[in-house]
């Protein structure tokens, strides 16, 4: 048996969930929700990959799914958010370019779940 194919952080196993969100920051009172939003990704640990571009690695569908119903339950009444899932594999064939030098997409650090 390949011990890699069933190894528990298996790349096609493991997803990527990106949160793309456009918020109205018009009013004082639409950049305190447009903050609020964006300090309980963090705080959901969704890390910063553009400003509006959050992404976390999650080991499972089930820890996936988790999060994104967390995410639901936080969208603020106004603006425009996208929640996409890829897996490991998917994530890892993106091409990242600073300027005009390619970069390597960061690996996911391994994470403790605790159940």
Aim: proline share 4%; glycine share 4%; aromatic share 14%.
């Amino acid at each position: 048996m390949d011990e890699k194919y069933y190894s528990r952080l298996n790349q096609y196993r493991s997803l990527w969930v990106l949160v793309f969100f456009d918020l109205p920051t018009e009013t004082r009172k639409d950049r305190k929700v447009a903050t609020s939003f964006r300090k309980k990704l963090l705080d959901d640990g969704f890390a910063m990959f553009q400003f509006s571009i959050y992404m976390r690695f999650c080991a499972s569908r089930e820890n996936a799914e988790v999060h994104i119903k967390r995410t639901k339950k936080n969208l603020p009444p106004k603006g425009k958010v996208g929640i996409m899932s890829i897996t490991d594999k998917q994530f890892g064939m993106m091409e990242i370019f600073y300027g005009t030098k390619q970069q390597d997409t960061e690996p996911p650090s391994q994470q403790l779940e605790l159940f």
